[in-house]
């Protein structure tokens, strides 16, 4: 299955099953654990294909190890306005991957991530304002974010 699948499961008690079945166009594919139907979807602009192909490239899995191709497809999903590519994208930057590290790139992907209700994001943002990391320290959007974050 796909990490960006919404299920729309919340586990109350227990545990949560998943079977998880690869389909891929040949043998040769899914003994090389290559998903080609991904890269036709994201070149015809399908956001989720593109942040798919982002991670691929970033984890070697479904597609050689490259950082930079990563960093390009998580990009173009992430200026679609798929917020898990931009939470995606606001990481690559804040850790370097593919790219020099930039605070101040990271903290705009967080922010677009946060404003469409991120939660994760917004405890980042938060933190990056009341530390002053790629932004200069500001107590009262830390606390902005850390209330809206922390209520989810």
């Given at each position: 299955?796909?990490?960006?699948?919404?299920?729309?499961?919340?586990v109350q008690r227990g545990g949560r099953y998943s079977l998880?079945?690869?389909?891929?166009?040949?043998?040769?594919?899914?003994?090389g654990s290559r998903t080609p139907w991904h890269a036709e979807?994201?070149?015809?602009?399908?956001?989720?294909?593109?942040?798919?192909?982002?991670?691929?490239?970033?984890?070697?899995?479904?597609?050689?190890?490259?950082?930079?191709?990563?960093?390009?497809?998580?990009?173009?999903?992430?200026?679609?306005?798929?917020?898990?590519?931009?939470?995606?994208?606001?990481?690559?930057?804040?850790?370097?991957?593919?790219?020099?590290?930039?605070?101040?790139?990271?903290?705009?992907?967080?922010?677009?991530?946060?404003?469409?209700?991120?939660?994760?994001?917004?405890?980042?943002?938060?933190?990056?304002?009341?530390?002053?990391?790629?932004?200069?320290?500001?107590?009262?959007?830390?606390?902005?974010?850390?209330?809206?974050?922390?209520?989810?």
């Open positions: 299955h796909d990490f960006t699948l919404n299920h729309g499961i919340e998880v079945v690869w389909v891929s166009e040949t043998q040769s594919a899914c003994n979807r994201a070149l015809n602009g399908d956001l989720v294909a593109q942040h798919i192909l982002g991670m691929m490239f970033s984890q070697g899995n479904g597609a050689p190890k490259d950082e930079d191709k990563a960093l390009q497809w998580t990009l173009l999903a992430a200026e679609g306005g798929l917020v898990n590519a931009q939470f995606s994208a606001g990481t690559m930057y804040f850790e370097g991957r593919g790219t020099a590290v930039n605070e101040t790139r990271a903290l705009y992907w967080y922010a677009q991530a946060a404003m469409q209700g991120d939660a994760s994001a917004q405890m980042i943002l938060a933190r990056m304002y009341s530390e002053g990391v790629g932004v200069p320290r500001d107590q009262a959007k830390a606390d902005y974010w850390f209330r809206l974050g922390s209520a989810q």
